[in-house]
Structure formats: structure tokens, C-alpha cells
């Protein structure tokens, strides 16, 4: 019982370290203000390039750098909740951890114990709570619900993924390609954990 809580804690402190590191972007040094301040901003770009006077090459790598940017600062805000939401889960599990220590009789009682697991799973979360988590990013990345049909999943994936067809990165600065070519990895990635196929099956297109 202990160990289980000990290790829903160090799963859930190694996600958060992984919020808090690996996964960061661009947008991650700005505050909430700043966010809500520059979804504003995109918002309009992204309506003016998508104008009907608005076309040629020039509007489709702006309305192409928006969106690419719109996308980054959604990951972002998700990376928050998330992150804030693997720290509680890490808390609560060293906590719940330590009183089962404390409080615990020499010698429960098997019933006891499964009742007391039951209780504490139900504050502290299910182990399954974190890969949810990561299906409601994946479905949101793709526009779509974490249980749509396959080939919802795989349509919402190719229209994504034509939004940024390499095609049309001619001209870009290099940064802003591998930026566009990341986010169809992640693209990729997301379809692949709502069908749970494996890294090696992906085919993005």
C-alpha cells in the first residue's frame, strides 16, 4: 500500500520534472498575461491573412507562421495545467504516504487494507490519470475527442498535417521550418497514442 503511494509520487514528480524541463517552448518564459495578450494578437493575424483579398504566397506562410504559433502557446497553456496538476498529484502521494506510515496498525487486516486503498486512490488519483491527461492533449492537438473513430483520428491528422506541408515552407527562415517539421512529429505522435500505435507504425503523411 505504501509503495504504491511512493511510487504514484515518484511518477508523478518525474512527469512534473518532465513539464517543468524537456517539455518548455517559446512561449514558456511568458506570464498568463502576456498569453492571453498574444492569442489576441494571432487571432487577428490569423484573420486578416485568411481575408479574402489576402492570398499569393506571402499570406500563406503568414496565415502558416500564425497558426504554427497559435498552436506552441496552446501547448503551453496545457503544459501548465498539467505540470501544476503532476505536483499536486506528487504532494498528495507523499503525504498520503507518509500517514499510512504513521497511522498504520502492526498487523491489518487484508480487508482493512483494501478498503484503506480504495479511500486513499480516490484523493490521490488513479495511476491511469496521467495518461488520460496526455489523450486530452493528443485530441486536442488534432481537433478532435480522445475517443473519436480511427478515421476521424486519421482525417484530422491529414488535414493537419497538409496545413503544414513542407512544400510550403519555402522561403521561411530555418528556425521556423523546424519548427513547422516538430510540430508535425508531435502531430504524428498524437495520432499515434489515440490508436495506441507504436513510434515505429507512425506514418505521418
Not at 491489518?108 to 486530452?136: K, M, N, Y
Not at 530555418?174 to 517539421?181: A, E, G, I, N, R
Amino acid at each position: 500500500m505504501r509503495w504504491l503511494l511512493i511510487m504514484l509520487a515518484v511518477g508523478a514528480a518525474g512527469m512534473a520534472s518532465y513539464l517543468g524541463t524537456a517539455a518548455r517552448n517559446s512561449f514558456s518564459s511568458y506570464s498568463s498575461q502576456q498569453l492571453d495578450m498574444l492569442q489576441q494578437e494571432l487571432a487577428q493575424q490569423q484573420a486578416s491573412s485568411r481575408a479574402p483579398k489576402a492570398s499569393g504566397k506571402r499570406a500563406e506562410q503568414k496565415e502558416l507562421l500564425a497558426d504554427s504559433q497559435s498552436l506552441l502557446l496552446e501547448q503551453e497553456r496545457q503544459r501548465r495545467l498539467f505540470f501544476y496538476l503532476a505536483l499536486g498529484a506528487a504532494a498528495l502521494s507523499g503525504l498520503a504516504s507518509f500517514l499510512v506510515r504513521s497511522t498504520s496498525p502492526s498487523a491489518p487486516s487484508l480487508r482493512g487494507s483494501s478498503d484503506e486503498d480504495a479511500r486513499l486512490l480516490a484523493v490521490v488519483g488513479d495511476p491511469e490519470v496521467l495518461r488520460e491527461g496526455a489523450r486530452q492533449k493528443a485530441a486536442s492537438l488534432l481537433g478532435v475527442t480522445p475517443e473519436a473513430p480511427p478515421a476521424v483520428i486519421e482525417a484530422a491528422l491529414q488535414a493537419q498535417l497538409q496545413q503544414r506541408d513542407p512544400t510550403r515552407l519555402e522561403g521561411l527562415a530555418p528556425d521556423l521550418k523546424s519548427l513547422v517539421l516538430k510540430q508535425r512529429e508531435e502531430l504524428v505522435r498524437a495520432r499515434d497514442l489515440l490508436l495506441n500505435k507504436k513510434p515505429s507504425d507512425s506514418r505521418g503523411g
